[in-house]
Each structure stands twice: as C-alpha cells, then as structure tokens.
C-alpha cells in the first residue's frame, strides 16, 4: 500500500491502472509535496509510464508497436488481409480434418518471388488432384499482388521472407465428392535468416511415399512421413534427415533435395526415387548441364555411393543451396569451388527474370 497524491492511501496497482486509463491532470503538479510523490511513482513505474507516454501522445502503446516489428502480424485469408490474431477458419471443413489441401513455401527478395509461375503452376496440379475444378484454380498474377500486399503489411518488401500458401478445401465432411466445395486460402510471411552454414544430416529408416501410393511432385498438406523424419533429426542432435525410398536407394532429406559430386561428376536421385523433384533442384539441374566442367548423373545410388562423395548439398526454394559437411559419422568438404560458382549462377538467373 502507498500514499495517493492528495493523501488517501491505495495500493500502487491502481494508480497504475489509474495512469494508463486517465490522463494526467497538470494540477497535479502545482504543490511540491504532489511533484515529489509523482516523481517516484514514476521512477518505480518507469516501464509502465513510457508505454503510457507512448500510447498517449503518439496514440500507439509500446507493446503494439513491439507487434508490428515482429514482422509477421498480418496475414491474408481468402484476399483479405487481417491480424494474425484475428484470423479465423471454418471449425468443420476437410482441409482440417483430413490434410485435403496443398501448399508452396517460396522465397521473397525484395517483394519478389523467383519462378512464381512454377509454383503456381503446382499449387494448380495439386489441386487438379483434389478434384477441384478448373474455374477455383490460382493466377499467378493475383497471387502476386496478395503476396506483394502482405509483405508491404508486414515491413518485409525490402527483406528476405519466407513466403507460404495454403490452400484448403471448404467441403462435406467424408471422403465423397461436393459439388459445391471452395477453398480457403491462407498466406502468411515471415522473416527469413539467410543462413549459409553447413548442416548435418542423420540417416532415418522413415522412406519416402511409393508414386503408386500418392503423387510424390505435389506439396500435399499430409505429408506427415517428412514431419517425421524431420523430428527424428532434431531429436538426434542433427539439422536433417537423409530419406531413402521403399528400395533403399538415396531419395531426398525432409526439406529438400539432395545433390553430391565425385569426380567431377555431380549426381542427384532421379524421380523414380519418390523424391519431390523441388523447383530448385530442376534450377541446380540445369546450371549444371551448362558446365563445361562437370558431367550430370540422375539416378538411382546407394548409401554408399554418397559415403564416398567429395561434396554434399541440399537445395530447395527456401534455402537454395546448403552445404552438408556431415552425415552420421561420415563428414565432407565444407567448401568447394562448385558452391559459390553455382550460386553466383543461380543469382544471375534470377536478376534476367527479373523475380517475374
């Protein structure tokens, strides 16, 4: 308990309740005894006063203004863009209950997405595979203009950002066919740390999905044998897992797809792995092809076949290229010629696009 400023006593919660509700009367000020008290009622409540402060005489609290520096505050849901916190989806809808939906994780440089078109293109054939009509598709260009919103929105257009798109559908709950489903669209963006460094894999005995089983070239929303791969990892004390399919022949890790060289020859699994051939990997792919230097290989390889390699790396859309300097026990070059001639390539590619 403490002395109010004219002499009742109150406890110090409500006069500071009391300051962030109420302005502060200029009398108060007028006997010395009142500056005196007032004065170290604010030393004591320094924090309190400066949000009060804030919010009084630039009409914003602190605590806000902390919220829009997180840099991810808004999202954008069906179009509109709305405050993360106010951002609500339907209770009963397919997309929640069984995974029915797809999605694309993209990289933003500037407010710009590199080869935009390819990862619309997907989102279109994952949901031509859930059997939504061709009149629900995405457009690129609308796509691009939500995109470019949210990021003004949320201070990252001069930023690296990572970029996500979910689509959900909106449809009877069971597994038969709606006539009048729709989609819930969901964008988020965040603050993305361009981090370079070189990551260790662990080998896990989760394989990845057969073709036959579900389409492997489509980002599905669950896909939860990568989550758990990926889990596995961590929980190991790794950055990644390395993914081998149902005929233990080297596939992908949880994120990304995988590249490796001996010999001047670079090798990467080809599809009939069950990879997900990652729109970076196809980047990768053909930067290599027009190196004079080094000879391509897209195959099937064994576990062993990338113990003996002379360099690792992992690419996809989010990362680019990282480089792998273990797996289990087996560790590699951390640095190659190759890597930061690749990536001055893939930079010049993105600079003649333009970023579309």
Known sequence: MMKHLFGSTLPITHF????????ISFTMFMHPVCLHKFLLIVKASLPIFISVITKKQFGISLINFCKMNNRDHFVIVNGKSVLRENAAIPAMHSGL????????????????????????????????YLGVPED??????????????LLNKNLLNNEIAKVRVQISLNENMG????????????????????????????????????YE??????????????RAAYREALEKGFNDSLMLNIQNFVAETSVANIFWLKDNTVYTPSKRTDILPGIMREEIIALIRNQSSYNLKIGEFTLDEVKHAE???ISNSLKEIVVVEQID???YAPEHELIPLLRQQLQHQKEAENYE
């Open 16 to 23: 500071r309740s009391t300051l962030l509700t109420e302005p």
């Open 97 to 128: 209950f069984y995974g029915a939906g797809c999605f694309e994780t993209m990289r933003a440089e500037r407010g710009k997405i590199f080869r935009l078109r390819y990862h619309v293109e997907r989102l279109n054939r994952g949901l031509a």
């Open 136 to 149: 629900l598709f995405i457009h690129a260009d609308e796509l691009n203009e939500e995109i470019t919103t």
């Open 175 to 210: 597994y038969g066919i709606d006539e009048n489903l729709s989609l819930l669209n969901i964008i988020n963006s965040s603050k993305y740390s361009d981090d370079t460094t070189p990551i260790q894999l662990t080998i896990t005995d989760v394989r990845t999905v057969p």
């Open 213 to 226: 089983s579900r389409p492997c070239d489509l980002k599905l929303s669950n896909m939860l044998h990568y």
């Open 311 to 313: 360099l690792v790396w």
């Open 329 to 331: 026990e087996v560790s």
